[in-house]
Structure formats: structure tokens, C-alpha cells
């Protein structure tokens, strides 16, 4: 699918990932996060595309899975005494962190600054928790989704005459 979205077949790449969709819901079950993770990349073939609308539902349906393994692992990961063990929680996050960058991303193209302000912001409270649970290379990865987030967040603010805010 990858290939197909960077020589701008769009057409051939959402075949390949609403194959990829079909199997991993087939073997894996509809709420797999994994699940998720194929309905992000197949919202990217409709962002490509320009297919805004299709690409926000998308995302959406891909936020709701991730949102429901993150409460089932939270609770899953609490032990005895109420601590958190974090177990797959962290990529969870990661993923809802990704699919909301996403959808912001959507607003704006639309021309819903306002909401996609508030959305790169809920992406980047998520991104700062998780931060300082991040080691090694994916601390760096976070950093850098971190940085990415920000200077969308900074676009938002510019085409909103903003500009203080966007240097902030």
C-alpha cells in the first residue's frame, strides 16, 4: 500500500490495505488494535487522496478501538495494590496519539481550525504523559512526534492570525 500512496495510485493502495483491513479483522477479531493501526494507514490513503470525510471516519473508527484497549489494558495492567504495570498501554497511547495528529490534521485541511487547535492539543497531553515513560530510541520518537505536533499546533495558530501564539 505504501508504494502505491507515494506514486499516487490511491486507488491500488486502498485495495491493498482494505485487503490487509479484511485479514486482520478476519484473524485478530473487529477491536484488535492492530486493527486500528490498519485503519490509520488506510485513513492515510483517503488524506492522500483528498478524501477528507472518508479519511476523519476512518481515523475515528480507528480512535475508538485504540481508546477501548487502552481502558481494557489500564485496567488488565492494575495490580492488587492499584499500581499500573503499563504493559502494551504505552503503544496504545501511541497510537491514539498518532490517529489524533490525524484527524486534527483533517480539521485544518477543512477549515475547522478550532477544532483542530483542540485536538493537536489533547494529541500533545497525551505525547507529554507518555514522554516520560518513553526510553532510549522511542523517547527520541516521541520527541521528534512531539516537535511534529507542535509546529502543526503553530500553523493552526499562523492561519488564525495568531502569530504570537504560533511562537509560543
Given at each position: 500500500?505504501?508504494?502505491?500512496?507515494?506514486?499516487?495510485?490511491?486507488?491500488?493502495?486502498?485495495?491493498?490495505?482494505?485487503?490487509?483491513?479484511?485479514?486482520?479483522?478476519?484473524?485478530?477479531?473487529?477491536?484488535?488494535?492492530d486493527v486500528a493501526s490498519t485503519l490509520c494507514e488506510?485513513?492515510?490513503?483517503?488524506?492522500?487522496?483528498?478524501?477528507?470525510?472518508?479519511?476523519?471516519?476512518?481515523?475515528?473508527?480507528?480512535?475508538?478501538?485504540?481508546?477501548?484497549?487502552?481502558?481494557?489494558?489500564?485496567?488488565?495492567?492494575?495490580?492488587?495494590?492499584?499500581?499500573?504495570?503499563?504493559?502494551?498501554?504505552?503503544?496504545?497511547?501511541?497510537?491514539?496519539?498518532?490517529?489524533?495528529?490525524?484527524?486534527?490534521?483533517?480539521?485544518?485541511?477543512?477549515?475547522?481550525?478550532?477544532?483542530?487547535?483542540?485536538?493537536?492539543?489533547?494529541?500533545?497531553?497525551?505525547?507529554?504523559?507518555?514522554?516520560?515513560?518513553?526510553?532510549?530510541?522511542?523517547?527520541?520518537?516521541?520527541?521528534?512526534?512531539?516537535?511534529?505536533?507542535?509546529?502543526?499546533?503553530?500553523?493552526?495558530?499562523?492561519?488564525?492570525?495568531?502569530?504570537?501564539?504560533?511562537?509560543?
Open positions: 500500500g505504501v508504494l502505491h500512496i507515494c506514486s499516487a495510485k490511491f486507488e491500488d493502495a486502498a485495495l491493498y490495505v482494505n485487503e490487509a483491513l479484511t485479514m486482520r479483522r478476519e484473524v485478530l477479531g473487529p477491536n484488535h488494535p488506510l485513513g492515510v490513503v483517503y488524506y492522500a487522496s483528498e478524501e477528507f470525510w472518508r479519511a476523519l471516519r476512518t481515523w475515528w473508527d480507528g480512535l475508538k478501538i485504540v481508546t477501548k484497549a487502552m481502558l481494557q489494558t489500564n485496567l488488565d495492567d492494575t495490580d492488587e495494590n492499584g499500581s499500573e504495570g503499563g504493559g502494551h498501554s504505552h503503544r496504545h497511547q501511541a497510537e491514539a496519539v498518532r490517529l489524533l495528529n490525524n484527524i486534527a490534521c483533517v480539521r485544518y485541511e477543512t477549515g475547522t481550525f478550532a477544532t483542530s487547535l483542540s485536538t493537536f492539543e489533547e494529541s500533545l497531553e497525551m505525547q507529554r504523559a507518555l514522554l516520560g515513560a518513553e526510553k532510549g530510541r522511542d523517547a527520541t520518537q516521541a520527541l521528534l512526534d512531539m516537535s511534529t505536533t507542535l509546529c502543526n499546533a503553530a500553523m493552526v495558530h499562523r492561519q488564525q492570525g495568531n502569530g504570537d501564539e504560533a511562537l509560543a
